[in-house]
């Protein structure tokens, strides 16, 4: 199904016909459909859109010491008839396009990041668009985008708003470094650093929940342990920098946070291995724990069919005995999601926000 931002866009198909186009971000991976004539160019910061879309790569596995060792992170390019998507951090330094589409991200950090990127693999005379739902912040781009150049509301509709921009000049070439944030933690005496950028989990700061998970969690880890849904790989390089002999896999379905959890585990003397997948989907290994701080904080809803998902893979990939700790906000019913899926579950630690659970599997 289209998302919304992309029901706009197919009243906008004309767009399309000229120009090099590059699109970033799309909602869904089902607008390609509706421009697969044109040689079109996406890239991906999300993998389960990329993955639904090239529909052949199930996860990609990293070395963390590979991504680090390169400013650009990593690229992975799958052609489907005459469209080419890649799942990276950033656009390649060597493109450069005549139209650049970016579906707006609900950061307005990561916004003005995306933005930057544009500007600098912009062809002279060329144009940016953004497509957004009106909930998500479209309404206030002009503030974001007056100093790039003069801007003109296309279309609205589907609650969504598309707006274009002529920047007035060339853009400098994009510096990832620019926006790299770094920081240091400290939890029960141990310090390590973080480096982080916009649009990665808890960017510049240390989460109350992921404070409590490490300050409480277990400390009986060994063997192979998945940090799932690492953001800037906070838990994975706190957990090796108290347990060095760990086995560790960091995963997420973020390009920059994959990008970002190379830094910082080389920040902190550390390697391990990197995953990018949607959920647990196309992981085969089997690990001794997982402890997460799970993306799940959406309010009270009545579907929880995601969470189960989660839950019901993380039993796949446990040994026997294998532990899941997870934190997540109190409110949500997750006692009831995991005693349904593992034969022990208990509350290992609670505040006001936050618990703190512990699964056993049999």
């Known amino acids: 199904m289209l998302s919304p931002q992309s029901q706009l866009m197919e009243r906008n198909l004309a767009l399309f016909e000229e120009g090099n186009w590059l699109i970033i971000n799309p909602a869904d991976a089902y607008f390609a459909d509706q421009i697969d004539h044109r040689p079109v160019t996406f890239l991906h910061q999300y993998f389960d859109i990329f ?108 609650h969504c708003s598309l707006v274009t921009v002529m920047p ?4 400098t070439a994009f510096k990832p470094g620019d926006w790299i944030d770094e920081s240091e933690y400290e939890v029960q005496g141990i310090q390590w650093e973080v480096v982080s950028m916009p649009g990665v989990f808890s960017h510049s700061e240390l989460d109350d929940g992921t404070r409590m998970l490490l300050d409480k969690g277990s400390d009986r880890l060994r063997g192979k342990v998945l940090d799932f849904a690492c953001g800037a790989g906070v838990i994975g390089a706190h957990l090796l920098r108290r347990f060095p002999h760990l086995d560790m896999t960091l995963l997420d379905v973020s390009a920059l946070a994959i990008y970002c959890s190379a830094r910082t585990l080389a920040a902190n003397q550390q390697s391990a291995t990197l995953v990018a997948s949607d959920g647990l989907h196309g992981v085969n290994k089997s690990f001794s724990h997982i402890v997460t701080n799970p993306p799940f904080h959406t309010g009270v809803k009545t579907d929880y069919t995601v969470t189960r998902r989660f839950i019901e893979d993380s039993r796949r990939c446990l040994n026997s005995k294998g532990t899941l700790q ?6 949500l019913p997750y006692p009831g999601l995991l005693g349904d899926i593992f034969p022990q579950t208990h509350t290992v630690a609670q505040d006001s926000r936050f618990s703190l659970y512990l699964s056993i599997c049999g």
Request: hydrophobic share 40%; aromatic share 6%.
């Open 51 to 158: 993955s639904e879309s090239v529909r052949v790569i199930p996860c990609c596995e990293f070395d963390s010491r590979d991504v680090s060792h390169s400013e650009a992170g990593f690229c992975i390019e799958q052609k489907t008839g005459a469209h080419r998507h890649l799942f990276a951090p950033f656009i390649p330094a060597e493109t450069c396009f005549s139209d650049i589409l970016i579906y707006m991200p609900k950061s307005k950090a990561h916004m003005q990041m995306l933005l930057a990127m544009a500007v600098s693999a912009l062809q002279e005379g060329g144009r940016i668009h953004i497509v957004g739902e009106n909930k998500g912040g479209i309404k206030s781009i002009g503030k974001l985008i007056e100093k790039t150049g003069p801007s003109q509301k296309v279309d609205s509709a589907r």
């Open 168 to 171: 007035e000049k060339a853009g």
């Open 326 to 331: 997870m934190v997540a906000n109190r409110f």
